[in-house]
């Protein structure tokens, strides 16, 4: 007996049709578009954010400065007539292998003798204290700007050798180097002048160079012999660098004295 078998064909031609569906789909259209809008800006602003962290990473970790040596300079009337202490540092600098500029105008020197401690600014930092340094010269004459450092003083904030510091530029092949823009690129080499004159010295005509006429201002400074001596030089941006010291035992007959080193 065979077996009876049916086949058939079902058809729906019945659809989801009208207004209501096609409001639906293009609500899911704009959903999918606001979301992958959302998605881009995001990401766009994460890839920002990673781009700037990663380069104020790379500046911190690479821009500072090395101290390559730092010089004492004794106030002197003569050559047998010389101060106890030491009365200026010379502190040579340059920039680390692939450090990014540094501005010396934005630059903080901290140096403490252990009795007393001074937070240096450049010379023509006016935005501390209201005011840079009395007479300070924006040309190149660092000269100039040293004899103000080591002699004059102002209302505000008062001794110049108490709160500013000068410089000199030694090498700079760009000749982007000037005393009222100092920015230091790499392989540029420099002189920070830091006074030192002690109370007990005010009475000396010259510090090296420069003609004081024994009008030299206390700095509260007394690096004597024996004096352990700790500097920290503080950039805008960057590493700090830290240098300390102990000055000899004796000066000797010495105007200059090597101290790091």
Known sequence: MKASTKTGIFTDQLGQVGIGTLIIFIAMVIIAAVAASVLIQTSGV??????????????????NLVVKSIEGVRAKN????????????RIR???????????LNQLIVTITDGANTNDLLYANNAKTHGYAMKDFSASNNASVNLNKLLTATQAIPGDNAKYFFTVEKVRDDDVSFT?????????????????????????FATIGDVSTASGQKDSNLDIGPRTSVTMVLTPES??????????????????TVQLYP
């Open 78 to 89: 003569n050559a047998t007539d010389m101060a106890a202490d030491v009365s200026l540092l």
């Open 179 to 203: 005393q009222g823009n100092p920015v230091m690129n790499t392989g540029d080499l420099a002189i920070i002048y830091v006074s030192t004159v002690s109370g007990s010295d005010l009475s």
């Open 46 to 63: 994460l890839q920002q954010q990673a781009q700037s962290t990663g380069k104020q990473a790379t500046q911190e970790v690479s821009s």
């Open 93 to 103: 600098v340059g920039l680390n292998v692939g450090s990014s500029p540094v501005d």
């Open 238 to 255: 960057g590493a700090t660098t830290m240098a300390t010291f102990l000055a000899p035992s004796s000066y000797g007959t010495k105007e």
